[in-house]
């Protein structure tokens, strides 16, 4: 029976503690990121997992085992706790590191190849990912298919060695710049009575005939997103990730994983800090950064306490899409309450105004990616037995 | 231990038929003491019945969660601070912790006597023992009065619990019942809202769990109310704001008990607000999912929401636990935001 309590929501801590560990990694990125930063190898700025790109930086995390971090060895991992993991990205992200590069091989990629992925492909993809030398991109939304994943298009038949992949992806974060994309296509037609049959996750070599990346403009004028067109591109079945057929599952499941991590808040964290500095005393500005302050520790106890629950192999998928509403929404809030208290930004230092313009332009993806918030709240409600 | 504590309470409530009177369901009380549930969380050395802080959170979140009459919070949670519950493990407590206008210790004569009055007592005209800090000399005091105030003047929060006028005047204190230290304010303070953030929890998970059976029973327009998405989106707020304001009562609670005061009034502050945040959100969104038949008194929603309006207020509003917040980050400055949120 549905009793529609914590208990039936969160079967688990919701307050937890770091282990030693995990606080012990946290000085060692501490140290690192004093170091890259007093030799100005890169810019703070918010939204780094989309805005920051940098294979250097990648491979310098890479090479202190911070990329990969909780894989199995034989992988090139390095066979340490999700909380340590979590203590990493957090303190890359409060810095505005560029971590762009790596981030959805590290955070999404990795993990469906241990969970679906053959031998072969773990063996192929995952050493090079945690040296941060090899980057994928997802192919999932299409023009046609974007909150209505179910609906791709995107065709993939069967071949005498493979498949033959004919199709266009979208809204792809650093197609451009990345060695891999993760497709998912419809290997049989649309069956109406069940809609998600039929999907498969391919393993697509960007490099390959057939594929050409186009570029999307942002409305800040930057380019992290594209168009892929696949034009009968040819992977074999060793490409498959899973089984064909079980595309949809994976995703899924791929999906939930990702969605309550630090990311989910911290986009505009270096504007919240630019605004402490800059706003004054008045009790104004102290009830303002009082209040973020109370919901950004409150998002952070809530995303470590799923984050525990995920290393103990928990999959608490509602929780994770709660963060990412509330999250979500905080990273708006904070640009709202800077512009609430500091009340002439023309006058600040050009730091706060470069971050406060980039914190807006970059404000409308925050509540979109990943599963917009409105998809979200649906799958709280079905949790609840509405749906 | 704490799943099977968690169902026994929540089982006697569930069982147990609201007899208030005077403002306080003294049955209940009774029988939550028979079991063992007053005196949780003090050693039974100490003539308590065993378990830690997070057990006696467990019960009064639990009897939160069913708009239980009783000074459960205050007794349990914020008279904790002091380690001076043990004294009388199984009676009523409170807590008072007044921000301005303290009544006054001063030393008279061989010994100490008390002056002055506290508005807004939670539960003044029923429990037998207080903590009141007053103000002493330079600074202040935790006082533990024993009874022997006068009622001053009866009141209620709008949840009709009792929020008494006292009048201390006169009153002569034991040297053995006064606490005194630089943090004793803060520790006061935050006792009580810790409390408040641990009822709210409870109260928001109550409304949750009444709101989702409402609509899901409820129909127009052919079929249950949360088959409209337009519900469904509220109800996923109405979930999360419960969700995350638990895991902030719950934090709080493990800062209080593990770290030192500091981080724990910052970890507290922060509970609070984001407690009271959440009251309001699902009073308002429980009322408008609930219709007109929620609003009346014969429904059992104000039985909670009343609740959640009233203890937000209580113990420090939200912009006054955010003023403090504040005012210790901006003194800290930008370099010192990130690792005061993450150590």
Known sequence: ?387 | MSDLLERTVDDLLRAHVPDTRDGWDQGLWGRLAKLGLISIGIDESDGGSGGTLADAATVVRVAARHAAALPLGESLIAATGFDVRSRAPADTWSLAAPVTNRPILERSGNGLVLTGRCAAVPWGSVVHHLLLLADFEEGCAIVVVNGGWALTRAATNIAGEPRDTLDFSGLTVDKADVIMGDEAGAIAVSSGALARAIQIAGALEGVMTATAGFISEREQFGQPLGRFQAVQQMMAELAEETMIARSAADSALQSFVLHDVDAGVDAIAAAKIRAGMAATVVARISHQLHGAIGFTYEHDLHHLTKRLWSWRDEYGSESYWARVLGERILKRGEKSLWSSIAG
């Open chain 1, 1 to 387: 029976m549905n009793r529609r309590d914590m208990a039936d929501l969160a079967g688990f801590d919701l307050a937890v503690d770091l282990p030693p560990e995990a606080v012990a990694v946290r000085e060692d990125v501490r140290a690192f990121l004093r170091d890259e930063l007093s030799t100005g190898s890169f810019t703070p700025r918010p939204d780094a997992w989309l805005s920051g790109h940098s294979g250097e930086f990648s491979r310098k995390l890479g090479e202190r085992g911070w990329l990969g971090m909780t894989w199995p060895r034989q992988y090139g991992g390095h066979e340490r706790g999700s909380l340590e993991r979590f203590v990493v990205s957090e303190e890359l992200l409060a810095a505005g590191a560029p971590v762009a590069a790596h981030w959805i091989a590290d955070r999404q990629t990795g993990p469906l190849l241990l969970r679906y992925g053959s031998e072969e492909q773990r063996l192929r993809f995952l050493p090079s990912i945690a040296t941060g030398e090899t980057y994928f991109a997802l192919g999932m939304s299409e023009p046609d298919s974007g909150s209505d994943l179910a609906s791709v298009r995107t065709r993939g038949t069967r071949t005498s060695t493979g498949w033959r992949i004919t199709g266009t992806k979208v809204w792809i974060s650093h197609a451009h710049r990345s060695h891999y994309l993760t497709v998912l296509a419809r290997i049989e037609p649309l069956d109406t009575g069940d809609r998600h049959a039929g999907l498969t996750q391919f393993v697509v070599d960007l490099s390959s005939p057939g594929v050409t990346v186009n570029p999307i403009a942002l409305l800040d004028g930057e380019r992290h997103f594209n168009e892929v067109v696949l034009d009968e591109v040819e992977v074999g079945d060793e490409e498959v990730i899973g089984q064909p057929g079980s595309g949809w599952e994976q995703v899924t499941s791929e999906l939930a994983y990702e969605r309550s991590g630090p990311e989910r808040f911290l986009s505009t964290f270096l504007l919240f800090a630019a605004m402490v500095e800059v706003v004054g005393s008045s009790s104004a500005a102290e009830v303002a950064v009082g209040e973020l302050w109370a919901e950004l520790w409150s998002l952070r106890r809530l995303s470590l306490a799923i984050a525990s629950a995920l290393h103990h192999g928990k999959v608490p998928e509602v929780p994770a899409a709660m963060v990412k509403d509330l999250g979500t929404r905080f990273e708006n809030k904070v640009i709202n309450v800077a512009r609430a208290v500091v009340t002439d930004p023309h006058l600040a230092p050009e730091r706060y105004q470069r971050l406060l313009r980039e914190s807006v332009l970059h404000a409308p993806g925050f509540t979109l990616r990943g599963g917009t918030n409105e998809i979200l709240r649906g799958i709280v409600a079905r949790r609840l037995g509405l749906r």
